[in-house]
């Protein structure tokens, strides 16, 4: 930090910092391994190395909130409700945007949700350079408010705005309000 020429961190800082990892380096690759793989896709392979993480670090929300959200994708919702409440209860130690994403999932697995996108929405305004958190939004609206959201991660400065995530999540959107037209002409954009 000293040189970066950064202040130094304040007591509640380190607090925060130290919070977001586990404190087994083991536990810390294995989380990365899995969400590595999970963005490729291998939901299987994701969930092993979540749970391997967690039972190298038993109180490590994210790796709980991964777990879940990997076993809701695999069709597991009840041990995905298991999993997301341990990370919702484990997670008031953590920075507030990591409590926001875990309050965000637990209420998206409980079904409950004004919740899920008051969170996801709160995560969207506060950090919309991260795109992950327009789709989490997106995931939990309705058609109608989906197009609304995709119209502001539009409005976001370039290359951000360029995102082919968003002609997806906006064809999704224009197929629910039986808009085919639109729905073919993002989907053609979004593989170009």
């Known amino acids: 930090r000293s040189q970066m020429h950064l202040s130094d961190r304040s007591p509640e800082g380190e607090r925060l910092a130290r919070s977001s990892l ?55 919702d009840a041990e995905a409700q298991r999993q997301i409440t341990e990370a919702l209860k484990l ?9 926001l994403l875990i309050e965000g999932e637990y209420y998206d697995l409980t079904h409950n949700w004004d919740q899920a996108i008051e969170r996801f929405r709160a995560l969207l305004d506060f950090y919309p350079e991260n795109i992950y958190y327009g789709e989490l939004l997106l995931g939990v609206e309705e058609s109608a408010e989906r197009m609304k959201t995709a119209e502001k991660l539009r409005k976001l400065p370039p290359p951000l705005n360029e995102d082919p995530r968003i002609d997806i999540w906006e064809a999704r959107a224009a197929y629910g309000l039986s808009q085919y037209d639109r729905e073919r002409l993002l989907a053609a954009r979004a593989v170009t």
Do not use: C, V, W
Not at 30 to 45: E, F, R, T, V, W
Not at 52 to 62: C, G, H, R, S, W
């Open 91 to 99: 997670s008031k130690t953590l920075p507030r945007e990591q409590q």
């Open 22 to 76: 586990p404190r087994n380096p083991q536990a810390l690759r294995l989380y990365a391994d899995g969400l590595q793989i999970k963005h490729a896709y291998d939901l299987m392979g994701a969930r092993d190395l979540f749970q391997k993480a967690i039972a190298l670090e038993t109180d490590y929300a994210p790796a709980h909130a991964e777990l879940a959200e990997s076993l809701s994708d695999l069709g597991y």
